[in-house]
């Protein structure tokens, strides 16, 4: 079904007033009115929930998305995050496939230019029969009735709250906020370790102009040795730690990561480097103050690079993302809890819905601490029940909130291994929708989760190493 920015605002006034819809004729009026429902509501707009919106559809079911933002992408689109973290096999081949592939070769491989992924990614959705998007959401609530989640309530600007029945809830929010607010147990960054409550730092993107692009892919090439080695590939260069050793931001809350570089079509480039310590993620106020001390910042480390940093001599500031990018916020608890342990030993797990090989990743909590594990890679399967919520059913996480250690989120945090969770509990949505059942009780059902496995390999998912 299509769609267009103004037509998928139409939908939304007409869900806020009760109106049945001539078209889609799927989208029923409940039989308690007022409202509407639907098989799978999935609440987020992240990679991973676009993922788990086409997954569901293609399944058949009939999907409501909805976002609080006018567009959808988050961490690709709001924070400008435009360099995509691979889980390669021992060969070098890519392990995840599927829905991820898909739109990674639509938005121009392993860099892109996040504006233009906004409209590859609300095209696709709206061009999939079976969804209704529903953006610029001002609030949602869930519902829960008798420990299970039904749905939610939404409310576009100015306008009523109103219900969205569904069978099965997708929670494809980033930080976990609908499973939070359903009563879903979780912990706060690396709370669970017992050493403190800090989470990963948040970083703001920013796009840089006049760069040597050349000059900058010869350093990398020649700066190949050494724990943290620089490269360059299709458009994307990193390292240049020994470059970056003398920068020292005056605000101590802030602090200097190795350079990543992402080239745009026009030849700017986005860089993810500065990171702002202490920001909770999940608090407005937080992420506000800390937007505001890295964007007073950024013209300081764009001279420093000017300076200091070969290739950069020309490099003038074109803009700031519009929103910080949160690694880490928290960690729901689920029916597995996927540990670091599972990931060195390469765990290949009974339910598994997807592969990921990312390095465990995990940035300074505190300014001027260790990286505590080695950048290797190393093969592991994602368990479907860890993207089960434990105490409420009814609900799926698809995001980096979903059931790990902070030492496990370091690694399945990133854009394809969440876009993987997103399809694999697109399907497994649908195969309980289908069935009858419930998320928990799918979860103790080898046949049932047998069938999501073989819907997700006929659909070109890739579940093993």
């Known amino acids: 079904m299509r769609f267009g920015t103004h037509r998928t605002i139409i939908v939304a006034l007409v869900l806020a007033t009760a109106v049945v819809l001539v078209q889609p004729a799927f989208l029923r009026q409940d039989t308690k009115p007022p409202g509407f429902r639907a098989d799978v509501l999935v609440v987020g707009g992240s990679p991973s929930g676009v993922a788990a919106a086409l997954a569901a559809a293609r399944q058949g079911m009939v999907v409501v998305l909805v976002e609080s933002r006018p567009f959808l992408g988050t961490v690709m689109t709001g924070a ?69 989640a039904a749905g939610a309530w939404v409310r576009l600007v100015d306008q009523a709250m109103t219900p969205i029945h569904a069978v099965v809830t997708v929670d494809a929010t980033d930080d976990g906020d ?95 480097s500065l990171q702002i310590h202490d920001v909770d993620g999940t608090d407005p106020a937080s992420r506000a103050d800390g937007y505001a001390r890295a964007v007073g910042e950024v013209p300081n480390k764009v001279s420093y690079l000017r300076a200091n940093v070969s290739g950069f001599a020309g490099a003038r500031l074109v803009e700031v993302a519009p929103e910080l990018y949160i690694r880490e916020t928290r960690h729901l608890a689920g029916l597995y809890t996927l540990t670091g342990k599972d990931i060195v030993e390469r765990a290949r797990f009974w339910d598994r819905i997807g592969v990921a090989s990312y390095p465990i990743d995990l940035h300074q909590y505190v300014k001027g601490e260790r990286y505590p594990y080695r950048p290797a ?89």
Request: hydrophobic content about 40%; proline content about 5%.
């Open 80 to 148: 400008m995050l435009n360099m995509v973290d691979m889980s390669r096999g021992p060969n070098g081949e890519n392990l995840i496939n599927g829905i991820f592939l898909e739109i990674y070769h639509e938005i121009g491989g392993i860099t892109f230019d996040p504006r233009r992924v906004r409209e590859i990614l609300q095209a696709k959705v709206e061009a999939e029969p079976g969804i209704v998007l529903l953006l610029g959401i001002e609030h949602t609530e869930p519902v829960v009735v008798e420990g299970r």
């Open 178 to 272: 609908l499973a939070a607010a359903s009563g879903v147990p979780f912990t706060y960054g690396r709370e669970a370790s017992g050493v403190d409550r800090r989470a990963m730092p948040a970083t703001l993107m920013y796009r840089v102009a006049g760069l040597d692009w050349p000059e900058i892919v010869r350093y990398a090439y020649t700066h190949r040795t050494g724990r943290q080695p620089s490269g360059a590939f299709n458009g994307y260069a990193w390292g240049f730690r020994e470059a970056m050793r003398g920068y020292h931001p005056a605000d101590g809350r802030l602090s200097a990561h190795d350079l990543n570089i992402g080239k745009l079509p026009d030849g700017t480039v986005l860089i993810n």
């Open 377 to 465: 890679r190393r093969e592991y399967t994602i368990p479907l029940r860890a993207l089960i919520t434990a105490r409420i059913d009814g609900l799926f996480v698809a995001s980096r909130a979903f059931s790990a250690t902070y030492q496990a989120a370091g690694s399945a945090r990133v854009i394809p291994t969440t876009m993987a969770m997103g399809e694999g509990v697109g399907v497994a949505a649908a195969v309980a929708v289908a069935h009858g059942v419930t998320p928990h009780q799918l979860a103790q059902r080898q046949d049932l989760v047998r069938e999501v496995q073989q819907r997700l390999l006929r659909a070109g998912a890739r579940i093993d190493y």
